[in-house]
């Protein structure tokens, strides 16, 4: 994603569609893994996903990865 506060960013896409895909999840653990630190702005979003989550306003999306 390479933009300032792309965590922020994606916590924002998942607020708009109330929803917290695997895409929006790899995403957001990619950034992470490369940046090795997160933004106080980063931080913030992801305690905002959080809770929203906890409140049930963001629905956790499963990832139907697995072969039967």
């Known amino acids: 994603m390479r ?3 792309a965590i922020r960013q994606l916590v924002e896409k998942a ?3 109330k929803k917290l ?3 929006i999840e790899n995403e957001i653990n990619s950034e992470l893994t490369e940046m090795g630190y ?3 702005v980063d931080y913030e ?3 905002l996903l959080m809770a929203e989550m906890d409140a049930g306003r963001i629905q956790l999306v499963p ?6």
């Open 21 to 23: 895909t695997p895409e």
């Open 38 to 40: 997160i933004s106080d």
């Open 3 to 5: 933009t300032r506060h």
């Open 63 to 68: 990832s139907f990865g697995w072969s039967s």
């Open 45 to 47: 979003a992801l305690e």
């Open 15 to 17: 607020l708009d569609i």
